[in-house]
C-alpha cells in the first residue's frame, strides 16, 4: 500500500470516483477512504473482494475442522465412503 497514493478523503472520491474505480480494478490495490481525517471505508475492486471472501470461508472451513478434530468429532474416510457407497447402490435399485 501506497499511503500517500492509496488514502483519499470523501472528496477527493466524490470528484475523482471514475478514476479511482479504473486506479483500483488496474491496480488491484485498495484505496481507503477517510472522512474528517478518520477512515470510514475502503475501495475495492470486485476481483480482490471476491478473493477475500473465499480466503475468509477456507479459513472458516479449517477453524471449523480444527475444533471437530480436537472434539473427536471425526469420521473415519473409508467409513463415510463406504456409506456414501451403500446409498448410491440402495438409491440405484429403486
Given at each position: 500500500m501506497n499511503f500517500s497514493e492509496?488514502?483519499?478523503?470523501?472528496?477527493?472520491?466524490?470528484t475523482n470516483a471514475a478514476d479511482m474505480l479504473k486506479r483500483v480494478n488496474e491496480t488491484h490495490n485498495?484505496?481507503?477512504i477517510t472522512q474528517n481525517g478518520e477512515t470510514k471505508a475502503v475501495l475495492l475492486d470486485t476481483e480482490s473482494y471476491q478473493?477475500?471472501?473465499n480466503s475468509l470461508g477456507i479459513l472458516k472451513l479449517l477453524t471449523e475442522s480444527e475444533k471437530d478434530i480436537e472434539n473427536r468429532s471425526i469420521h473415519d474416510q473409508n467409513e463415510v465412503f463406504k456409506e456414501i457407497e451403500e446409498k448410491l447402490i440402495k438409491n440405484n435399485k429403486t
Open positions: 492509496d488514502i483519499k478523503p470523501i472528496s477527493y472520491i466524490k485498495p484505496i481507503v478473493d477475500m471472501r
